[in-house]
Nanobody, 116 residues
């Protein structure tokens, strides 16, 4: 079964850290670009971070640069998002996405709440 399953969300105080994980199965994960998106209540889903499949390049939205790090482990078919110095505006459901040519796969999301 082709799927992405996120984990690692939770409630954290401002300034804290979380590490999100995304486990891929049912497809050749190493070929796919892996990315994280998020959707805050009442807002559009937005791009957060990208790791390309072949060249291992990364990209981030400006508001998370220097705080978030995306990494992947193709041997384990996983992608991670290390989030440091979290802010209340980072509160959202975080989704894992894998894309190869026109084939796109989404996970169901994991909720992150930054409050305190």
């Amino acid at each position: 079964q082709v799927q992405l399953v996120e984990s690692g969300g939770g409630v954290v105080q401002p300034g804290g850290s979380l590490r999100l994980s995304c486990a891929a199965s049912g497809f050749t994960f190493s070929l796919y670009d892996a990315s994280w998106y998020r959707q805050a209540p009442g807002k559009e889903r937005e791009f957060v971070a990208l790791n390309t499949g072949i060249h291992d390049l990364t990209d981030y939205r400006d508001s998370v640069k220097g705080r978030f790090t995306i990494a992947r482990d193709n041997n384990r078919n996983m992608v991670f998002l290390q989030m440091n110095s979290l802010k209340p505006e980072d509160t959202a459901v975080y989704y894992c996405r894998a894309a190869y040519r026109q084939h796109i796969i989404w996970g169901r999301g994991t909720r992150v709440t930054v409050s305190g």
